[in-house]
């Protein structure tokens, strides 16, 4: 079968950023990670299931070559340890197992967390793709050509239109629910190309190195919700957790994300000292405009300048919901818009759901309150109702 995941540098940056301050901060947690598909796909994911096994075997069999470590290790916030640790790593089958149940996928990477930690990205490309090989690719890539043309034409016609104090851009987010990766790299490679005063980089870190992009990326739910089980008071994770981040990146990387527990606990927590150290924010669930009027509002109270911050939006969007979104806000402060599925997955065909989440860490449940109900994956609902407890999140 055609492997899907050729080389380990196709996968987020954001991977590798938390990666890496994992292994130099809690090298001995022990993590779990659950797939979950939350909508109705074409057919059932079960039968992916022997192709499924066959793509994480090859995986399982790929190490990262001297050119990925030398690029690696060319970005100046990644550590030389870190870039010896990747030259000996691969990762160990025994740490992830797939199976059918009933109709369902199910796909759980256990094992120390700097083990199984990256699996994520990986195995969502590998499901999706799989999933789409079913369908009629002429069609669907005739269909996403035209999509990405009109989006290109939609672009071109923003020149025209009146700007406001910041630039809009625009990165691609796309790798995990993509159509395939040629597809991606094609769309990446197009933005490029036709647009490149909006297109400002790309989350692929392959694709950033290929393509000479700037690669995309702090943290994730992943990283601020391990804090939950590291031992300090549970009302202090996040704290911690942006600490631990200042201390490791000393000004690189500085978009905090936002909503583990909701916009209105994280601002409990992101003070003078967080709000002059972090660049901006991102969000990725809940209202948008709700969540950009109640930053600017926090930054106006510190007596922070807004203008020399940045709103990072990344949930769900697409160019008209971006473009909003920049007419909103732009005239107050910078802006940025990580496109995911709609870059890559635009094909006329109905799209999978997919996720891959941290479940448990040092054998204790996490989870997030995020500020969309539906993003809520922890099964545990006594954990479920103390996190609410202590930060005052209604149910």
Not at 219 to 224: F, I, K, P, Q, T
Not at 277 to 290: A, C, T, Y
Request: glycine residues 6%.
């Amino acid at each position: 079968m055609q492997p899907v995941i050729y080389s380990l540098l196709d996968t987020d940056l954001y991977k590798f950023t938390m990666w890496q301050t994992m292994l130099h901060r809690h090298p001995q947690t022990q993590a779990e990670y659950t797939f979950v598909c939350r909508n109705e796909p074409a057919y059932p994911l079960a039968d992916l299931l022997a192709d499924v096994n066959e793509q994480l075997d090859h995986l399982c069999a790929l190490n990262f070559q001297p050119d990925e470590l030398s690029y690696l290790g060319g970005l100046r916030f990644i550590r030389s340890d870190f870039v010896d640790f990747l030259r000996i790593f691969h990762f160990q089958r025994e740490f992830i197992s797939a199976r059918a149940v009933g109709p369902k996928l199910e796909i759980i990477a256990s094992g120390p967390q700097v083990h199984v930690m990256a699996f994520e990205i990986y195995v969502l490309a590998i499901v999706n793709e799989l999933y789409f090989r079913r369908f009629d690719a002429t069609a669907a890539l005739a269909e996403g050509r035209r999509r990405l043309a009109a989006k290109i034409a939609r672009l071109r016609a923003f020149d025209n239109e009146l700007q406001r104090r910041h630039p809009f851009e625009f990165f691609d987010f796309g790798v995990r629910r993509r159509f395939s990766r040629e597809w991606q790299r094609e769309v990446v490679a197009t933005f490029k190309q036709e647009v490149p005063r909006y297109f400002k980089g790309a989350s692929n870190v392959l694709f950033a190195r290929d393509l000479n992009l700037v690669p995309i990326g702090t943290m994730a739910h992943e990283y601020l919700q391990t804090y939950q089980t590291l031992g300090v008071r549970l009302r202090d994770f996040q704290r911690k957790a942006l600490e631990d981040w200042v201390q490791e990146y000393r000004g690189d990387l500085g978009t905090a994300l936002t909503d583990v527990v909701g916009m209105d606990a994280f601002l409990g927590d992101f003070d003078l000292y967080f709000a002059k150290l972090f660049d901006g924010l991102r969000h990725d669930s809940g209202d948008p405009v709700v969540w950009g009027e109640k930053a600017l509002a926090h930054y106006e109270k510190l007596r922070v300048d807004a203008h020399t911050k940045r709103l990072v939006f990344s949930d769900g969007l697409d160019f008209e919901k971006s473009i909003a979104l920049y007419h909103h806000f732009a005239d107050r402060t910078q802006t940025g818009f990580g496109i995911g599925t709609n870059l890559t997955n635009d094909m006329g065909l109905r799209t999978l759901h997919i996720v891959m989440k941290l479940t448990h860490a040092n054998r204790q449940p996490v989870a997030k309150l995020s500020d969309s109900p539906g993003k809520l994956l922890c099964d545990d609902e006594t954990f479920l109702a103390y996190l609410r407890q202590v930060f005052k999140v209604d149910s």
